[in-house]
């Protein structure tokens, strides 16, 4: 890499907590996360997220047009900043969503179908570019805004943007992250027509990493997670990244993914290139809980490490499936582990090998819809 990039905070809203030190404690106690929603496990914010965010929609008559998406990102925007303040220059902001202001698009719609009209807000408040905007004037930042969807590996495209803006020197500092608020009535229902969701009795409904498994296990959560890169090693820094990796490849059909993860050996391979590595210490794996998506991803991870087989975890067991936020839920839980040198082991899978010493380098793996994934070697400072 041209500059080490530099991670100086990383936060995030979910089911897991609202502070590090939070997500950190729930992630040792292990807490289950999921509850039901009209007979479906789905992982939600707390009822004290749901007072912040009812707070922030008091504040000005604007924000209660708002989708729920940029609600949860202007929290976490205005946590980034209390975390640490933001250096002074031209400051970006690429915050992403798979699925975007879903939850006002249904309700948009349904009004529609309703009533054959629709509120002027409606298309200012549903466009994809409502999460970084709102974040950046709500911050007061006047640097580049981007929102972009790339399904489930969103999150981890806004890093490599970030990245490549620094490298370029076109900004000197980023704001990267996803946003995700998908537990609607409609987005259920189309995982359900792919035939993913869990139908589970257990609170451990998405069993993330059982590879032996045949049935589909998939979990819808709700979140929204952002860190802030840098370039250069600053004093601050809680990882480098030093190494990152990318790839797509050709489907059979919209959802599919090849037996060996094709795109997943190419970004890990890549990733593994640039950091000028040859294994890391361990992967944290997208691994959706789906039956295909679970053990094509561990084939890709076989194929490329042989018998360097880093450890493997994955969080989706716990948080469910954040789809466009889900990267950075994963970069976050590297960022502690390196932080606390502990790994968090998956209760699905046992790792053949023992935990070393010290944890320096972890790659964080994630892929959606489309084939398109990402992988990133995060590294002690």
Known sequence: MLHPISISSINSISA?????????QTYIDKKRLFSKMEGDWVSRVSEKNEAEITQLIAEK??????????????????ASVKLLK?????????????RGATGLFEGYHKQFLARDKVSP?????TTLGNISSWVAQDLGLDGVTIDHSVTCSTAMHAMLNG????????????LVGGSEAALTPFTMAQMKALKLYSKSYSHLACESMRFEKTINSMVLGEGAAMAVLERGVTKNALALISGYGFASEILKH???ISENADCFQNSMKRALASAGLKTVDAIVMHAPGTAKGDRAEKNAIDIVFEKQLP???????????TFGASGLFSVELAVLMLQHNTFIENPFYSNARHLPEQLKTIMVNAVGFG???????????
């Not at 933001?86 to 798979?98: A, E, L, Q, Y």
């Not at 807000?121 to 408040?125: D, G, L, M």
């Not at 450890?311 to 499936?321: Q, R, Y």
């Not at 084939?371 to 400072?381: D, M, R, T, Y």
């Open 61 to 78: 008559p604007a924000f209660k047009n708002l989708d729920r998406t940029v609600l949860l990102a202007m929290l976490m925007g205005r």
């Open 16 to 24: 897991l907590g609202n502070t590090p030190e939070e997500v950190w």
């Open 254 to 256: 919209n959802s599919s």
């Open 371 to 381: 084939g398109n994934a990402v992988s990133v070697i995060l590294q002690k400072p």
């Open 86 to 98: 933001f250096p002074k220059g031209n400051v970006g902001v690429n915050i992403g969503s798979s």
């Open 121 to 125: 807000f409606a298309s200012p408040t």
């Open 311 to 321: 450890l493997l975890t994955s969080n989706k067991w716990m948080l469910g499936h």
């Open 163 to 174: 990245i490549a803006w620094l490298q370029a020197e076109m900004a000197d500092s980023f």
